[in-house]
């Protein structure tokens, strides 16, 4: 028997404590300092082409920007007014700028595509070059550290899910149409409203003992999809419309997850396909960790992140 593995998630206090530090306590000075000695010499670094890609990728050089003429100075958008997460994870690098620098932010989760050039966790695929800069926000959530110690070969060779359906359609439309198949182990932990799929809810680790893990789009992004990915098993996804710091369009099907029509019509078809070839099915499995361990990286996602948000503010001032 192999142990499932660990989950790593930073506390919301430990988070709280040194996000205040960052944003509330430590002197814009320091910022300044900090970011200057992190920048200097990046493109020296082995790893100069992934985040030069990187950083183009998360905010384009465009030349069709359109500012928001209602944007805001750094200084007046307020923890109290937004999401605390996305605050946070935002003006860990901001503060590092002029606090006259204006911004536009997109707070929450990401539902249209904005008039205005943004920065934002998510953005949708079929947004305009130059229209969102992409930062890691809500980072606690999204980017949780895994140890699945389960290797592939031994994990079951069924789909798995748990999550909240409540008033997401698209997983609304996959229950109805997989909710009762015994060849899935698939539940609805939704705790505002209770549903014939209700099932209790699963530490991360449990998830480990399968191959296919369900990833499908909730308000913006599939929230798991990192997760799975970092971990040995597999995303069963349709093919993403919103992407965020993860990098979710350049994600390739078959290569990175498996995809699964909008319609869900193929789901059955596909998991019986990857459990026939197992050797197909193992190889998305080392794709797809490998595609996560770029994010493992502090040092360099401090870098990338300073270089998006100098970038973002270049443009937009």
Not at 90 to 102: D, E, H, I, N
Not at 214 to 233: F, H, P, R
Not at 272 to 298: G, K, L
């Amino acid at each position: 028997m192999h142990k499932e593995g660990k989950v790593r998630k930073q506390s919301a206090i430990a988070y709280n404590i040194k996000a205040i530090w960052r944003t509330k306590i430590l002197p814009r000075f320091i910022r300044r300092l900090q970011m200057r000695m992190l920048l200097s010499g990046w493109e020296r670094r082995s790893d100069a082409g992934i985040i030069r890609h990187r950083l183009d990728y998360y905010c384009p050089e465009s030349a069709s920007i359109n500012p928001d003429p209602d944007a805001r100075a750094v200084s007046a958008v307020k923890l109290s007014q937004t999401h605390s997460c996305y605050w946070f994870d935002m003006m860990r690098y901001l503060r590092a700028f002029p606090k006259s620098l204006r911004i536009s932010f997109i707070d929450g989760d990401t539902h249209e595509n904005p008039d205005f050039y943004s920065i934002g966790k998510a953005r949708r695929l079929d947004c305009r070059k130059g229209s969102v800069a992409l930062m890691k926000l809500d980072s606690r959530r999204h980017f949780i550290k895994v140890e699945d110690n389960i290797p592939f070969r031994d994990k079951k060779g069924i789909l798995f899910f748990r999550g909240d359906v409540d008033d997401k359609q698209n997983r609304i439309r996959f229950f109805e149409k997989w909710g009762s198949d015994p060849r899935f182990d698939i539940g609805d932990t939704s705790p505002r409203k209770r549903s014939e799929w209700m099932k209790p809810r699963v530490p991360v680790e449990e998830h480990f003992r399968y191959k296919y893990i369900l990833a499908l789009e909730g308000n913006d992004v599939a929230t798991a999809v990192q997760w799975i990915c970092a971990s040995g098993c597999i995303p069963v996804m349709c093919r993403p419309t919103v992407e965020s710091w993860f990098m979710h369009g350049l994600l390739q099907p078959g290569v990175h997850y498996i995809e699964i029509k909008p319609d869900f019509s193929d789901v059955a078809e596909k998991i019986e396909y990857y459990n026939a070839h197992p050797e197909e099915a193992e190889s998305i499995s080392r794709a797809s960790r490998e595609w996560a361990t770029q994010f493992d990286d502090p040092r360099r996602e401090s870098i990338i992140s300073y270089l998006v948000a100098k970038r973002y503010l270049r443009q937009a001032n």
